[in-house]
Every structure is written in C-alpha cells, then in structure tokens.
C-alpha cells in the first residue's frame, strides 16, 4: 500500500543459547546468541503525516511507563529512517505501538518496537529501501533490533546483531513466566562482570543447534542455556524457584530469556503447556504466565 495507516505485527524473542564473552573495549561483551522468535507480539500502527514531526502513543500493560520521546527506541527508529532518506522523506508519522510483550523482561519488547516502527514507517512514507539498508539501520539502533525484523531462529554474533538464520525444524510448546518488576539489561551485563564470568570464544552450542535440526524436543530441553542467567539470579535470587518449579512440574528444559527476568520452559506438547501453564500459575512464583509458539516470522504487514 501506499501511504496511509499501516499496521506491522512483530513478535517477542526467547534465547535459546546465550555465551557470553568478557566486556570489550566498546562496553558491549561479544555475543554468541541463539535467538528464536515466539508467538507474543507488539502491535506497531503508522499513519503518514505531512508536517514532517514524529509523534509515538503507548498502550497496552504498563505502557504508562513508558517514554513517548527520544527516549523510545521506537520513537528513535522513526527518526533515524527519516534521517537516513533525507529531503526523499519530508513528511512525519503518528505512531501508536500496543504492547503485547512484557516490558524489561528479556524478550527484546522495545527492539521489537523499533523493528516495527522502521517496516511501518518505510511503508506509510512509501520508500524505496532494500532489506540491507533497514537491516543497517536496525544494527544502529540496537543488538536485538535485526533479529525482530528477521524472525525464526538465528544465530547473532557480535552485539547479537549479525545474524545467520538457523535450520530448525518444527514447532515447539513454551511456557512463559513473566516477572512482577523487569530488570535492567546494562545492570545484568555489569553484575556478570562483577561475577568474572565470561567465555573466551563464546560459541552457541552444537547441541542445541542438532536438537533443533533433529526436531528432538527432549535434546533441545536439556540443551538450553543462559551465560547472563548466574547474573540475573543473583540480582534476582527468586528467579531459581520459578526456574525449579517448572522442572518439577515437568518441564522439558528451563532457561532465564536474554537478561531476564522472564523465566522460558519447554513443554512436550500443546497439552503438557495447557497443564505446565496452569500449574505453574497456580504456584504463584510468577507474575502470570503466558503459553506461546516457535519459531515465529519477523515483523510483517498485516494491512
Ligand atoms: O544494544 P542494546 O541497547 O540492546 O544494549 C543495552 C545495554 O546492554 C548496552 O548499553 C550494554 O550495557 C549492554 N550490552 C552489552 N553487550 C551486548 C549487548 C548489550 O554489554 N552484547
């Protein structure tokens, strides 16, 4: 379409291998992350204006929270896509992004945002930028936004922002506990420094990758794995009894997403989700808990 209202769909982000090497020069730590896209969206919306300003509206839970500046990464995208088209793009957007994606959770939700609002903007504005000029733009903005514009499975080294799409086969069951309160991405990346941890050449698992290209749930379960999880437990100690409970209410495999806090279990079957989901809400160790799918595709247009 061209111009007009726009609505781009993206989804949330599990990891399902994360290493995690010492701090750079950069402040950043080299990354090798297994990302995988799952069934939890944000709703980005984008109406063309003709005056040339970026205005950003938040709804959904806790969207309240949230800035409608320069300070939304979102917000961020918009401009620097009309940044990096110049005088080919004189006019302006209204945004509005739906939270479906829990906030501060590990799931990549305002990346996703960002990835949203670049797709929703190059259409609304009706320009002509190729999938590697977003992709570019995307790494600007930050290490999950390219993932949310690819989807599926990945592989992302560097920042987790270079990325090689993964073979995996089939689609799994998860079961998400989301958090109470979110925790802070740079606050876990510094406790895992103050822990000493870090790999010398972080590497994402073979394991993980042949359980996926097996389509072996019971493999992939046991091969989940968090370098940040240490990091985020210790600033997070009840973060161990979610992860346990799930275990013990027969969860395939337990892994913390990203820098936490949202807590990702792998279920056998749809079933075994139903019944781990209302189990584990049951417990009351978490906030709530959503069942989800994977792997999922990247941020789409749906109008
Ligand atoms: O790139 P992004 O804005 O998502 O990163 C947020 C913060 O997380 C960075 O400022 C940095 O402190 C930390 N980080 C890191 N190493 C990475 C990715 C993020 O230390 N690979």
Partial sequence: M??????????????????????GDDGYHPLATLFYAVSLYDDVHAERTDDGRITLTMTGEGAEELPVDDHNLAYRAAAALKAALGPLCPWGVDLT???GIPIAGGMAGGSADAAGALLACSVAWDVDIDPDGLRAVAAELGSDV?????????????RGDRLTPALSRGSYHWV????EEGLSTPAVYRKFDELGLGAVHPEVPAELLHALAAN?????????HNDLQPAAVALRPHLQRVLNTGLEL????????GSGPTC?????SEATAVDLSVQLSAQGVCRT???VQGPMPGARLLN
């Fill in 2 to 23: 061209v111009g007009g209202s726009v609505h781009v769909r993206v989804p949330a982000k599990i990891n399902l291998g994360l290493a995690c090497g010492k701090r």
């Fill in 97 to 99: 992004i739906r939270k």
């Fill in 146 to 158: 390219p993932f949310a514009l690819l989807g599926g499975t990945a592989i992302g080294v560097g």
């Fill in 176 to 179: 998400l506990a989301l958090a």
């Fill in 216 to 224: 072996d749930p019971v493999r992939l379960g046991k091969a989940l």
């Fill in 250 to 257: 027969g969860a395939l495999g337990a892994v913390v997403s």
């Fill in 264 to 268: 990702a279990f792998l279920a056998a």
């Fill in 289 to 291: 808990v959503r069942r």
